[in-house]
């Protein structure tokens, strides 16, 4: 019996190092990546004012973030000249809303697995007719469940923030597909004229 609750122990102790270390590096990288998206936005739609498309695409080469694939996808579209500018803007939105709640998997394991754990290990104490096994059981049980809950707390606020971010990005990329559409584009200007490929 001391196997095994060492066993379990240690598989909670896993599962919390593992929340923990997602945890810090998705709220440690949330701030960073507003202040970059604010950034990118700024120089990509300084370059497609100045009729730079090209500039505008190698900027935007090998940057992450949501904001980086749906300004990639617009740009790309724009240098072909075809009117699936807001096709190109909608479909790169919502493949990166599908892609993003990827991140936040770890929470939800832990919700599942850690109360599974302790639950499992309580109903084998309670047939093992031993008052020490079960007391152990008991706040091995409520440890779990404690981990649980603080999985949910972190995942509800990294779901929260992924949002905003995912708000901001569409936001930031309606304005530059808005210009690009609007009377003052430099698109008219740069028909025909050779792009590179996107790459």
Same mark, same amino acid.
């Given at each position: *019996?001391?196997?095994?609750? &060492?066993?379990?122990?240690?598989?909670?102790?896993?599962?919390?190092?593992?929340?923990? #270390?997602?945890?810090?590096?998705?709220?440690?990288?949330?701030?960073?990546?507003?202040?970059? *998206?604010?950034?990118?936005h700024?120089?990509?739609?300084?370059?497609?004012?100045?009729?730079?498309? =090209?500039?505008?695409?190698?900027?935007?080469?090998?940057? =992450?973030?949501?904001?980086? #694939?749906?300004?990639?996808?617009?740009?790309?579209?724009?240098?072909?000249?075809?009117?699936?500018l807001?096709? #190109?803007?909608?479909?790169?939105?919502?493949?990166?809303?599908?892609?993003?709640?990827?991140?936040t998997?770890?929470?939800?394991?832990?919700? *599942?697995?850690?109360?599974?754990?302790?639950?499992?290990?309580?109903?084998?104490?309670?047939?093992?007719?031993?008052?020490?096994?079960?007391?152990?059981?008991?706040?091995?049980?409520?440890?779990?469940?404690?981990?649980?809950?603080v999985?949910?707390?972190?995942? &509800?606020?990294?779901?929260?923030?992924?949002?905003?971010?995912?708000?901001?990005?569409?936001?930031?990329?309606?304005?530059?597909?808005?210009?690009?559409?609007?009377?003052?584009?430099?698109?008219? #200007?740069?028909?025909?004229?050779?792009?590179?490929?996107?790459?």
């Amino acid at each position: *019996m001391g196997i095994f609750l &060492g066993i379990e122990y240690l598989l909670l102790f896993l599962l919390s190092t593992w929340m923990t #270390a997602t945890a810090i590096r998705l709220l440690k990288g949330a701030a960073v990546m507003d202040e970059d *998206m604010d950034n990118l936005h700024g120089q990509v739609l300084g370059a497609v004012r100045a009729g730079d498309l =090209p500039r505008a695409i190698l900027i935007l080469e090998g940057e =992450p973030g949501p904001l980086a #694939a749906i300004l990639s996808n617009v740009l790309t579209e724009a240098t072909k000249f075809t009117p699936k500018l807001r096709v #190109a803007y909608k479909v790169t939105l919502e493949s990166i809303k599908r892609r993003s709640m990827v991140a936040t998997n770890p929470f939800r394991l832990v919700m *599942m697995f850690a109360p599974f754990i302790g639950i499992v290990w309580f109903i084998v104490s309670i047939f093992g007719k031993n008052q020490t096994s079960f007391t152990i059981s008991l706040w091995l049980m409520l440890l779990s469940f404690l981990i649980a809950l603080v999985s949910w707390f972190i995942n &509800g606020i990294t779901v929260k923030q992924d949002q905003q971010r995912l708000l901001k990005a569409g936001d930031l990329g309606r304005q530059v597909l808005n210009f690009l559409l609007s009377p003052e584009s430099p698109l008219p #200007a740069l028909r025909g004229r050779a792009f590179p490929p996107a790459q």
